[in-house]
């Protein structure tokens, strides 16, 4: 049954255009981002050979500046009546699709790595047999930490689904509670993984094994910060109301980018920490 503080459905507001389609205002967001992005890389340059700071600070503050302010004003776009028309969300769920079509190829480059040098450890340079892990690897016990993080992200989608399925109930009190539990738990695996990281017994330059280990994980658990801080922003927008049963494809989007890092996840656990498991370090 749904709470005392439903959200109201509304009809759907006509389009503030003699057609449904969007034509994206005056911004100054696309040219500041590509000057923000061009002090990033700068900055990157200038530290790796010159060991310079300050650049990079700026390029990371321009592009979170940026970030911040543009989405911004995409939220305010899709508050306005009329802007955002069935056509126009259909035509965000298409973009929403094919961006996360492109992350599935990004990690599938890192298990392309990660495969060819299991399947054929002889390529290992330098590698004293033709073994995988290489000689000398001591890994993770895949039931200690990564079993433990698999649950809480498996936790996670359950309760991200849980809000979605209040938010069309119009619940608003148990959307907010599963949200606020999905972000909490996001956070938490994130603490784990830090913890795992620290307690590696192998290091970032041990060879082949730890540098596919660190770029697949690792880029792994920068997708679960974005997921969170993704969803902590549709948790803020719920808290204020702005989303319905009818239009909430903000939350929806988040939701899809949710579980799509669930399932890397697990492939990341069965390929890398289970069935690449070697000879376990004791901890």
Not at 15 to 29: G, R, T
Request: proline share 5%; net charge neutral; glycine share 8%.
């Amino acid at each position: 049954m749904a709470s005392s503080t439903d959200m109201t459905a509304t009809a759907e507001p006509a389009p503030l255009h003699k057609h449904p389609y969007h034509l994206v205002d005056p911004s100054p967001w696309p040219l500041a981002g590509a000057f923000a992005g061009g002090a990033l890389v700068l900055g990157i340059v200038l530290l790796a050979h010159y060991g310079i700071h300050w650049m990079l600070y700026l390029g990371v503050a321009s592009v979170l500046a940026t970030m911040f302010f543009w989405w911004r004003d995409v939220i305010r776009e899709s508050r306005t009546p009329g802007m955002h028309t069935p056509v126009v969300r259909i035509g965000l769920r298409y973009g929403m699709m094919l961006f996360i079509a492109s992350e599935v190829m990004f990690f599938v480059a890192f298990f392309w790595a990660y495969f060819h040098y299991a399947l054929y450890p002889q390529h290992v340079s330098g590698a004293v047999e033709a073994i995988w892990p290489p000689k000398g690897i001591l890994t993770f016990d895949p039931f200690g930490l990564p079993f433990l993080n698999t649950m809480i992200l498996l936790l996670s989608g359950c309760t991200v689904t849980w809000a979605h399925h209040a938010l069309l109930h119009n619940d608003r009190k148990s959307l907010i509670a599963g949200l606020a539990l999905t972000v909490a738990l996001g956070l938490s695996f994130t603490a784990f993984q830090v913890v795992e990281y620290a307690e590696a017994p192998f290091k970032f330059t041990g060879g082949v094994y730890p540098s596919t280990f660190f770029l697949a994980t690792g880029f792994h658990g920068f997708h679960v910060m974005v997921g969170t801080i993704f969803l902590a922003v549709c948790l803020v927008r719920a808290i204020k109301g702005h989303f319905s049963a009818q239009r909430h494809f903000g939350f929806e989007a988040a939701a899809w980018y949710w579980h799509f890092v669930d399932v890397v996840w697990l492939f990341l656990f069965v390929c890398i920490y289970f069935l690449g498991a070697g000879e376990i370090a004791e901890h």
